[in-house]
């Protein structure tokens, strides 16, 4: 028996380079393809990453203090032999040793990640006994590697003490312990103290407390960041210990700190140690390690009530790294949608120019398979084509993303480059193979039906694939969301693959439905013209006729469109979800938040602003956050906000804010007699209407309040109480405005312009401080370029389906020109071939794309960057999906007169040719 020798495929090198050159624009056109979409699917990722984490670090530095890592330790006993309190004159060096312990606890991560520690010694609030405004006095020691800020002392000297350095006993019934501090200029100039005075303080007790200043200070820096940590150092801070109290601090020295301790009680000097985080040390990658580190110290936390001295910690960096995280998170994923979208008609596109270029060579590949040129090699020599072509142009596109960003991933390329490498071979060999088969059709008629059922059961069976991934990827979408695994690092994993493919499988089963649907019509249209007496209809219905069932054109066309309405209505939604929350933030064109100096100043200011130009409303309102409001004895922290209903309803009935009227009840009786109504919102729905509520006061009884309805998100807040100004003064409790909204095209001039103590924002602000937020503009970036390139892909595959029947279609309308046809007559045929699919396309695109977002903007997550409580609502932008139908029109109008053009000196005698 012969054996046939195996032996490797061995290519035809002058074949393959004939090959190229004939066929060389057409390579090019795919290389081109090949190198853009890498250079966007490299460099996209590498943005984001360098976009997370400038994300990382912005968040860490709007968290300021917050973000602090504190480290808290008891003081040990200072009891005497003698039954008193022994002076501890090294008290400075204890607070050195806890930095130092501090800091080593750490741990080599997170100390990386930090600046150097700050401790901080402070006494407790004190009360200043002379004058008619309440105020408070706080002494302060602050220590860093440089023995604490700057200052310069203007007057008198820096704190000391009277007494030696060797310990001395101070009885617990002696008088109180004197201690000396340092005030600040506009300390010393508001108290009208200066060195040598006695500040006359009392404790919470009611006890005299001995503190004497020694010299006023001037700081060297303000800006200096340790002042954060005590900003009454700097001078008066006005609100830090309630409504209408301004506190006053006096800086402790080293010499000065032991006599702080004997001058209150035994466990009221507290020490503290703060790591600021370096937001320039914050990465996206290392946020989750970082966090499980502030997490595990969290845990090792020792007891508050235990008095060894052990370290406490206390820090809420963990939940600021994760919220920052998570936001990065979801920009990562919403990219990976936008970006397999353009990969698939990327890799349809690719599919549709191989079998351009193979129906271009099919004769040349049937005289080759003539000659004797076996299958194995000529899949050979199109695959090094195609493997040179698609490898030097991936290299190409990611060269360039690497040279304008600081990385670049190739994981995103890698179908581009498998396709651009796999389409034009397979096309090839299998055309070649059907142009040397022997293979009879049956003239059978059942055998005929046969394979007709069998072509269409393998189709009906593609289609059903399709159809269950994209119903799959739909429910897991809406099931499980986008966001990945914190077990998983937050990386994108196999898990995200099917829900990431949703929006492009939606694009498919779309186009599926559509190539179903198209033939139909067709063949409807070519029915209803056979029975008319236009003979040009008939033509141009007979030819869509045969061309409504070719799917590659179809697929490329309906997904471009419909997935770049998908990114134009992502684009818009995002856009309006930033005005929307700049506005949901500030509650309206601007906002004042008074101090409590200015406070009493609230209703003349606020006619003042009124007054202004430019100004239509003005609404104030007393607002307090955390406020403590019970319900059935549980304690809840809602923010409070007391204003006048009936003017609250007409400000937001004015505003592209939610209209509330249920603010309406608040003015009517309550259904209980003595109950004060109120409207309550409540993120995790433990507040409802129908709650009655405890509003507790200090020398009076609680005030009933009964929940009549719900109330609107004011200034982003999750929990609200709203209640009517006029019906809780009624109730004994009248409002103290602080805060003020105006809306206008004056609002922000008016308020810039109060004169007043107040922090000013404006809504304008807040919405361009959104828009430049990394994640958040880089994500709208993509959104827009992926829109443009996708139809860009729409068009290049318009050109590519044109192009494929070009000669066919010219070869069909110069024999109909010798039964009479007109030229002009041959361009409308040409025309009613091409058009009305187009036309139809241009129509059902967007509209799919319009119900893609309907199914896929909500488990997005978009309100996590654009600063929403909720899901912002679906914008769909029409001019802009008009607008991609028209450019698809416009281009598919062009196509004929230039193909008239081209095909104007073609000889009719080629056409008849026999074998033609």
Do not use: C
């Not at 393809?33 to 966007?40: N, S």
């Not at 029975?531 to 590659?552: E, I």
């Not at 095209?745 to 828009?771: F, K």
């Not at 893609?852 to 802009?880: C, F, I, N």
Request: neutral net charge; without cysteine; proline residues 7%.
């Amino acid at each position: 028996m012969n054996r046939l020798a195996r032996r490797w495929p061995a290519p035809h090198w002058p074949s393959v380079r004939g090959r190229a050159r004939a066929d060389a624009g057409p390579l090019l056109l795919t290389a081109a393809v090949i190198a853009a979409v890498a250079l966007l699917a490299g460099a996209v990722p590498a943005l984001l990453r360098a976009a997370a984490d400038d994300a990382v670090q912005d968040a860490v530095r709007r968290a300021g203090n917050d973000a602090n890592v504190l480290v808290h330790a008891d003081w040990e006993r200072d009891d005497g032999p003698n039954g008193g309190r022994i002076r501890i004159a090294g008290l400075a060096d204890d607070v050195e040793d806890l930095r130092a312990r501090a800091t080593y606890a750490l741990g080599p991560d997170l100390d990386a990640a930090l600046l150097p520690p700050v401790a901080v010694v402070s006494g407790p609030i004190l009360s200043i006994t002379e004058g008619s405004v309440p105020r408070t006095f706080q002494f302060t020691y602050l220590a860093d590697d440089r023995d604490g800020p700057a200052v310069t002392w203007i007057a008198g000297s820096a704190p000391g003490s009277p007494f030696p350095d060797e310990p001395v006993e101070a009885p617990y019934d002696g008088p109180p312990w004197p201690v000396q501090v340092g005030l600040a200029e506009t300390a010393a100039a508001a108290l009208h103290l200066g060195p040598g005075d006695r500040l006359p303080v009392k404790d919470g007790q009611g006890r005299d407390r001995d503190v004497r200043i020694s010299g006023i200070y001037r700081p060297a820096d303000s800006t200096d960041s340790t002042w954060r940590l005590a900003p009454a150092l700097l001078g008066a801070l006005p609100g830090a210990d309630g409504v209408g109290v301004t506190r006053f601090a006096g800086l402790l020295s080293r010499e000065s700190l032991p006599d702080a301790r004997l001058a209150v009680d035994q466990d009221q000097l507290r020490r503290t140690v703060h790591f600021a985080p370096e937001p320039g040390a914050l990465t996206w990658d290392t946020t989750a390690a970082l966090a499980n580190q502030v997490v595990a110290l969290k845990a090792t936390s020792g007891s508050s009530g235990a008095r060894d001295g052990s370290l406490r910690w206390e820090s809420q960096l963990d939940s600021t790294l994760r919220d920052a995280r998570t936001r990065g998170n979801a920009a990562s994923a919403q990219a990976a949608v936008l970006l397999t979208g353009i990969l698939t008609v990327t890799v349809l596109v690719l599919l549709l120019a191989a079998a351009l270029l193979v129906h271009r060579r099919t004769p040349a590949l049937g005289a080759a398979r003539q000659r004797g040129a076996a299958l194995p090699d000529l899949a050979a020599e199109l695959t090094i084509e195609s493997t040179v072509v698609s490898v030097s142009a991936a290299a190409v596109g990611l060269a360039l993303a690497r040279a304008v960003t600081a990385g670049v991933s190739w994981t995103w390329a890698v179908p581009v480059v498998l396709a651009g490498a796999v389409a034009g071979p397979t096309f090839g060999t299998l055309a070649a193979a059907r142009a040397s088969r022997d293979r009879r059709q049956p003239a059978n008629p059942a055998a005929r039906r046969w394979n007709r059922v069998t072509g269409q059961l393998r189709r009906a069976a593609v289609e059903a694939a399709v159809l269950i991934a994209a119903v799959a990827g739909f429910v897991t979408l809406h099931q499980r969301g986008l966001l990945p695994d914190t077990a998983d690092g937050g990386e994108l994993t196999g898990d995200l693959v099917l829900p990431i493919s949703a929006l492009a499988l939606g694009g498919l089963v779309g186009a599926l439905v559509l190539l179903r649907l198209l033939p139909l019509g067709a063949r409807f249209a070519l029915r209803q013209a056979l029975r008319s007496r236009r003979p040009l209809a008939v033509f141009s219905a007979a030819r869509a006729a045969t061309t409504a069932g070719r799917a590659l054109p179809l697929l490329v066309l309906v997904s471009a469109t419909a997935l770049a309405s998908f990114a134009l209505i992502l684009g818009s939604t995002v856009t309006r979800g930033l005005a929307d929350g700049a506005w949901s933030t500030v509650g309206a064109d601007a906002r004042l938040d008074l101090g409590a100096d200015a406070q009493a100043a609230t209703p003349a200011l606020a006619e003042r602003v009124a007054a202004a130009p430019g100004v239509r409303q003005v609404v104030v309102a007393q607002v307090t956050d955390s406020a403590r409001v019970f319900a059935e004895s549980t304690l809840f922290t809602p923010r409070l906000v007391v204003v006048d209903a009936a003017a609250f309803q007409r400000l937001l009935a004015t505003t592209p804010l939610p209209d509330a009227p249920a603010l309406a009840r608040l003015t009517a009786p309550a259904p209980t007699r003595g109950d004060v109504p109120a409207l309550v919102l409540s993120n995790d729905s433990e507040l409802r209407a129908s709650t009655r509520l405890q509003l507790p006061r200090d020398d009076a009884p609680a005030i009933r309040l009964a929940a009549v309805g719900t109330a609107p998100a004011v200034d982003g807040a999750g929990d609200v109480v709203v209640v009517d100004a006029t019906a809780l003064a009624a109730a004994g409790l009248p409002a103290v405005a602080n805060t003020v909204w105006v809306t206008g095209p004056g609002a922000a001039r008016a308020v810039s312009n109060s004169g007043v103590a107040a922090d000013v924002v404006l809504r304008a602000d807040v919405l361009r401080a959104q828009r430049v937020a990394p994640l958040t503009a880089g994500l709208l970036r993509l959104a827009w370029t992926a829109a443009a390139v996708l139809v860009a892909l729409g068009l290049l595959g318009l050109l590519l389906a044109a192009a494929a029947g070009t000669s066919e279609r010219w070869h069909t309308l110069v024999r109909l020109r010798t039964l009479g046809l007109r030229p002009r007559d041959a361009r409308w045929v040409a025309a009613g071939e091409l058009l009305p699919p187009v036309v139809v396309i241009a129509g059902y695109g967007p509209l799919l794309g319009a119900l893609l977002a309907h199914l896929t903007l909500g488990p997005l997550d978009l309100r996590l960057l654009t600063g929403q409580t909720g899901d912002p609502a679906t914008v769909l932008p029409w001019w802009l999906l008009g607008l991609v139908g028209v450019v698809l029109l416009a281009v598919a109008a062009t196509v004929v007169p230039v193909e008239s053009a081209l095909r104007r000196r073609d000889r009719l005698s080629e056409v008849l040719r026999a074998g033609e």
